[in-house]
């Protein structure tokens, strides 16, 4: 992706890499510039949700340097999710290729004075703007109900099967596949997203992989759901449009799996945090 005057490759940093490399500048922090931005003509754009910065903000300390840190390189910041499928939906249905543009993102780059390019100038104006911080806040509170949702809808899916006396394993990847489709066009119309009935679903990456993601947390594991990893899942849907991605080990994991049915994954580079630290 252009940025400025440079081609950059793109890579997502979810809510746990981000911590790591701000908080830890001196290990990961150097650790990721090393590896993923010293070499000028293969360097990557660092990406991260919009999401992250509403929920740094409350924490002083952190937040500082989170804009100190990314205010010094070229990066991105991505909109709230609905844009994205919103774009990508629209893409499909006029037939055109979608794109990381400033429908979906707002880049950054320290060699341009506009405001608009600057990371912390950008952030600071932002936060002035009263109604949407409001509305990015009010989305980012609901993902403590809807961590909660998913469980209550792990321990029926639970039970419904107990008593049934069937496996609870049957839930699995298969069963995923015959219930994805049903299951983008019924969470874009949560979104407010009309498709029709015969909408292609291979050319809606993000929503698959979005869905794909919910799945396994809900249903290939008992871990207890927070809303960090409702971000999280949120934040997956424009992997497949990045060149890398910078995760926790679980959904690296749940990345290599999508790798074998979203071909528009086929190329990611998955890397975890250990990949960063020195």
Sequence with gaps: MLIGANDYKLILLDTNAIREIVTNTNMSGKGFLE??????????????????VIELMPYQDIYEKFLEFFSTIP??????????????????????????????????????????????????????DTTLMENIQNEVKTFSSIATDWENRRNRTEKML???????????EKFYRTQEKDTIIKDLMNYGISVPLGVEILHLPASRMMEFSQF??????????????????????????VNAVI??????????????????????E?????????
Aim: charged share 25%.
């Design 247 to 268: 995760t926790e080990n679980f959904q690296a994991d749940v990345y290599k799996k999508a790798k074998h049915f979203i071909p528009q994954l086929e190329e990611l």
């Design 75 to 128: 990066c991105l910041v991505m909109f709230p999710v609905k844009s994205i499928f919103q774009r990508e939906v629209e893409c499909y249905l006029e037939g055109k290729s979608f794109v990381i543009d400033g429908h979906i993102a707002n880049a950054f780059t320290p060699l341009v004075l506009k405001d608009n390019y600057n990371c912390k100038k950008f952030f600071e104006n932002m936060a002035k």
């Design 35 to 52: 590896r993923f931005f010293a070499c000028s003509s293969d360097a990557y754009a660092p990406c991260f949700s919009i999401y992250n």
């Design 162 to 172: 107990k008593a049934q006396h069937l496996p609870l394993n049957m839930i699995n």
């Design 216 to 241: 396994v947390r809900i249903y290939q594991t008992r871990k207890h759901i927070k809303p960090n990893d409702v971000m999280d899942i949120q934040i997956s849907c424009i992997v497949p449009y």
């Design 270 to 278: 998955i890397y975890t945090l250990k990949d960063i630290r020195q």
